[in-house]
Structure formats: structure tokens, C-alpha cells
């Protein structure tokens, strides 16, 4: 009898024990979900704000690169720099619409990417950000170039309708800004990015049709080298010895699948089209190669990469009765034009 109760005794605590483990088991798993429900919620909120860091209005600090000096200004005031600074402000009013929205988006996206350090979000040379002048700059280079207080005036006001009318506009691609490049000129067609600097292909930065006025000067260009010339500077850069036969020779190796010259061969080397443009300051890499008893002749078309909005073709299609968010949509395919979020 005394064992039958002991018994029982023992069962009931193992039940006991049993029903408390499987009530804290489950106490355990709705916390968890409850938790985790949470935490999507959270990241919910948060993909859908921080899926472009969407900040209006913002305040740029532009690195000056000759003193090296950082100044804080309205992002408005910094395009009011970038713009004519990038484009000739006789420009039609929906390229430089364009051309407003494209510094913006590239602006910040480089604020995001903190392309130059903790202390400023941009700088003012062109070869590593964007170029940019301040007001009293500008004007002065303005008269140095003839340009009547009227005129100066005129494009002053042309300007700041760019910038104000496309405030807190930018250009994205799935959610993200994107890489806004430009160009000046690319008759006929521009080009894909993988084909001039390799590495990955963006899907709004594909080769498109391209129509250019014919009287802008740098439509064409021409580059004239002495042999010798051509063969010092080859022979520097790429630690070799060609020749004056190699020169005769100098033939184009390879096409970018726009039309660009991709490579040309020199004797037994091959040379990126993308050096000579550096080398001897070719105005693109379209070009034609003619050779002469002592001389190598580039005949260029186009200025500039080719990746992204033709400068010249912006103007052009603006001429045609295109609007600032046609001419993005024609260069950049694929893309949105989104405001920022003000509040
Ligand atoms: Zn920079």
C-alpha cells in the first residue's frame, strides 16, 4: 500500500515537472514569434525607407581641392555651381533640367557612398567628383568671356529655374540612384559601360541611338603625331621598343560592340584605346587612323566617354520639343524619375 502512494506520489511530480516544461516551452515559442514579427515589422520600416536614402534638401559639404578648404551649403546652392559648370548655360532650359537632376542623383549618391572621407561629402575637380564654381566665380569667368551683365543675367536665371523647378528630383533604378554619368558628345550612339572600363554591366547604362546637332565644334577633332612623338610616349608608358615600321602598321585590333575603338595594335603590343585618349588627349575613343610617311592621324568623333547623357544630344532632342524627363528616360533606360521626400 505505502509503495502504491509513493508511487502515485512520483507520477504526479513527473506530471507536475511535464506541464510546467511544455508551459514554458510555449511561453519560449510565442515570445519568439512575437519577437520575430517584431523584427520584420522593424525591417519592413526600414527597407522601405532606406531602399534610396531618401533625404531631401540637404545640406552638401564641397571640398574646395585648391585650399582644401570644406564648405557647408544648400544642396541648391551646390547645383547652382554644378550646372554651368557642366554645361554651357546657353543650353536649352530641359537639358539643363536634366542636367540638374543628373548632378543631384550623383550628388547623392556619392554622399551615401562617402566617396570623399568623413569630412566632406563632395569636392569641386571634375576629374574626381564634379565641377563646380561658386557664384562670384562663375560671373567672372562670365565677363572674361565677353558675356554682357544682361546675358549674365539671363543664363543666372535660366540656372536657377534648372535647379528650383526639378527640386528634390533624382534618377533611380530598382530603388537605387544611380550611376548618373554624362558625357559632352556622342553622335550617332552612346556607349555601354562594361565596354569602356570593364567590370560590370548596369542595365540603364546601355549603348542607344543618338542624335547631335552637326555645328557643335567638337563634333570632330583631329590629332596629328609626329612618329617619334608617338613612339616616346609608348614606349614610356608601356616599357617597350617599337619602331618606325611598327608606326606604319598601327592598325585598329578590336571595336566596342557600339562602334568605339576598343584596342589597337602597335608592332607586338595592344594598346587601350581608353591610354591613347589619356596619352594624347584624343577628345573620345571613336576614331579613324590614318598613317602618313612620318605621321599617325586620329580623325575623332565625339567628345567624352560615350557612357550615359550626351550633353550635346540633351540640347539637341531639347531642340525637338523633348522634355528634361524624356531625355533622362532616353539615356538612362529603365529608369524612374522619383522626388524625395520632403517631411
Ligand atoms: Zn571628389
Redesign the pocket.
Known sequence: MNKKIKSLHYFTICIIILTIILFLINCYILKKSKQEKIEEEENKKINEKNTIEYKADQTIRV?Y?KTNEIVAMDINDYLRGVVPSEMPPSYNIEALKAQAIVARTYTYR?MISH??GED?D????HT???AFYDKDTLFSIWKKRGFSDELIKEYWDKINEAVVSTQNQVITYNGEYIKAFFHASSPYKTENIDQIWGGEKLPYLVSVENIEKEDYSNRTSQVILLFSDFISKINEKYKVKITNDDCKNVCINEYTTSGRVKNIKVGNIIVKAEDLRTLFSLKSTDFKIDITEDKIVFNVTGYGHGVGMSQVGADTYASQGYNYIDIIKHYYTGVEVETLDTK
Request: glycine share 8%.
Open positions: 571640398r581641392s556619392k566617396g570623399e566632406a563632395i569636392c569641386d575637380n574626381h567628383c564634379q
